[in-house]
């Protein structure tokens, strides 16, 4: 294997590409414009047979780890063994901790993690010059990147973003918030979550929004008036947190007023039998789509043709729930009116009757009382667009979040070596 000389930053991903994952993709081609050498290590091959079309442009070399412990035990098995023979005061400390860790919660997950970080040190480090892991996710890219920097020496830090916030044991995410040399996350309400969790602990935590790419979305030109039958969409994955059950609750309540519509849902998830029979028992069948999975430029035709976006998320019963949602944004880029709840970090853009209609969560006679208004009412439909579109222009435009994002990993990651002409910025927000 050709030597790296240039330091690179390894990305450690649960998957790669994954069609739900743009803000990934977007944020790692906007990092190689900046002049940063990635390599990208994936738990996972990807589940889908497509990925959008930006993904040909990154260049970064792709690895995959073995994904479970009895169909690969053996390459599992040699790699860490050779590792343990070569570092064995370095492998101890990480059997160690991922006893601690395993007797915290006693999931086996933790033992695969160390063995795929095993496995990452000894077959994929060699020749890369990797001089820090950053992880995708709290969860499982954040266990084998600390698992991978105790093997190696080499730092590690993470980006938290919804699910893998809420759903993690507090002792393991406080251990990986003591134990990283920096956190970010994508939104102000995961950060003061993430703070308290932290307590003392001296770790830097940022806030850097995804951001969408401003370039995919022209804005509509007439968004004043839309006529019956309405066109609604929805765009999310299914499952409980996305609060589709309020969403098609809405819809019944629109439908008993008479309101003519037809609603698109784009999407797929371990609920798409629930979702089916909810339908069904709403006497919905007839004026619902279910799309699945599209690609980006597929949804974004649908935007386009669209007079209204509702989502209903919500806080599922685990703890789940979402940051702010892209598509919420890509559809206030648009000049498409929104509908949605006040959970989580959707406020922080979301702003009722000034950029979209905003109810509380779980209720379907405020959600479809909020939707009525924006399809009959031009003027605040005219006001609350254009008002969207300026805030997602100004604070949710990715090609200059992404500088944000530079700026800190050139500061906290020294050892990058990035020169300053790379990354012009002024001081670390």
């Known amino acids: 294997m050709k030597k790296n000389e240039t330091p690179t930053l390894c990305m450690v991903l649960k998957g790669y590409p994954r069609i739900s994952e743009t803000f990934i993709s977007n944020e790692l081609l906007l990092l190689e414009s900046l002049g940063f050498t990635i390599t990208i290590i994936s738990m996972r091959h990807p589940r889908e047979a497509f990925a959008h ?6 260049k970064a ?14 390459p599992l098995a040699y790699h860490n063994l050779m590792l343990a023979a070569k570092k064995p005061t370095l492998y101890f400390k990480a059997v160690k901790k991922a006893m601690v860790r395993w007797r915290r919660t006693r999931k086996a997950a933790t033992i695969k993690h160390l063995l795929q970080a095993g496995y990452l040190v000894h077959k994929c480090l060699p020749g890369k010059n990797i001089v820090h892991f950053q992880a995708h996710f709290a969860h499982s890219p954040t266990s084998v990147a600390l698992f991978s920097s105790l093997l190696s020496g080499i730092p590690f830090s993470f980006f938290a973003h919804a699910k893998d916030i809420y759903t993690s044991d507090s002792g393991q995410l406080k251990e990986k918030i003591d134990m990283a040399r920096f956190v970010v996350t ?7 979550y993430l703070s ?13 929004y995804h951001g969408i790419n401003l370039d995919y979305f022209s804005p509509k030109v007439n968004t004043m008036s839309c006529t019956p039958p309405f066109k609604l969409l929805t765009v999310a994955r299914l499952t409980e947190k996305k609060g589709l059950e309020t969403v098609y609750q809405a819809l019944a309540i629109l439908k008993d007023r008479g309101i003519e519509f037809n609603h698109t849902l784009i999407g797929e998830g371990d609920d798409n039998d629930k979702v089916v029979e909810l339908i069904k028992r709403l006497d919905l069948e007839n004026v619902t789509e279910l799309c699945g999975t599209l690609t980006h430029e597929d949804v974004i035709k649908h935007y386009r043709d669209s007079d209204l976006f509702v989502l209903g998320c919500q806080i599922a019963e685990n703890g789940d729930r979402d940051g702010i949602p892209n598509v919420m944004a890509e559809s206030m880029a648009m000049n498409l009116p929104v ?3 006040n959970v ?4 922080e853009f979301l702003e009722d009757h000034v950029t979209g209609k905003m109810v509380p969560q779980k209720d379907p006679l405020a959600l479809a009382n909020g939707m009525e208004i924006l399809l009959n009412d031009a003027q605040l439909r005219k006001q609350v667009t254009c008002e969207a579109r300026k805030r997602i222009a100004k604070a949710f435009n990715n090609k200059q979040l992404i500088y944000d ?4 990993y050139r500061k906290m990651i020294p050892d990058l070596e990035l020169e300053p002409h790379q990354v012009r910025l002024p001081g670390l927000k």
Not at 196 to 208: D, K, L, R
Not at 405 to 408: G, P, R, V
């Open 339 to 341: 509908v949605a709840t």
């Open 53 to 58: 079309a930006s993904i040909k442009e990154i």
């Open 196 to 208: 308290t969790i932290a307590g003392s602990s001296t770790t830097p935590i940022f806030c850097v």
């Open 405 to 408: 994002l530079a700026q800190i």
């Open 61 to 74: 070399d792709v690895q995959y780890l073995p994904s479970t412990i009895l169909n690969h035990i053996l």
């Open 344 to 347: 989580s970090g959707i406020p």
């Open 186 to 192: 994508c939104t102000k309400y995961n950060r003061t």
